[in-house]
């Protein structure tokens, strides 16, 4: 069993910065591919980045390319996301995910086990 938590949303203005981190507890996460979602108000969840259990594949969604960056550091059993450039349509809650799946780098939130509590990310125009 994998426990998530997720930290770093806030309140930012378009064109700022956040880091998200996503805290694993329970279990080392090292082998997990690890994601992250994020769910706009009236909106389904969607997929924004993920990265494979050796840190060696990223996938990111067409919408965040260029802008954010996901990785890992699992000595200390944490994924981070660099969001830089945010814009107003950024804002949603944001969720990391882990996958025992196996070596693929996953896009679907069925293809995932263990999820955080979400934390929220609002960008202000």
């Known amino acids: 069993q994998v426990q998530l938590v997720e930290s770093g949303g806030r309140l930012v203005q378009a064109g700022g910065s956040l880091r998200l981190s996503c805290a694993a507890s329970?279990?080392?996460?090292?082998?997990?591919?690890v994601g992250w979602f994020r769910q706009a108000p009236g909106k389904e969840r969607e997929f924004v980045v993920t990265?494979?259990?050796?840190?060696?594949?990223?996938v990111y969604a067409d919408s965040v390319k260029g802008r954010f960056t996901i990785s890992r550091d699992d000595a200390k059993n944490t994924v981070y996301l660099q969001m830089n450039s945010l814009k107003p349509e950024d804002t949603a809650v944001y969720y990391c995910?882990?996958?025992?799946?196996?070596?693929?780098?996953?896009?679907?939130?069925?293809?995932?086990?263990?999820w955080g509590q979400g934390t929220q990310v609002t960008v202000s125009s």
């Open positions: 329970g279990r080392t996460f090292s082998n997990y591919c």
């Open positions: 995910a882990a996958s025992p799946r196996g070596p693929s780098a996953y896009t679907r939130p069925s293809e995932y086990a263990y």
């Open positions: 990265i494979t259990w050796n840190g060696y594949s990223t």
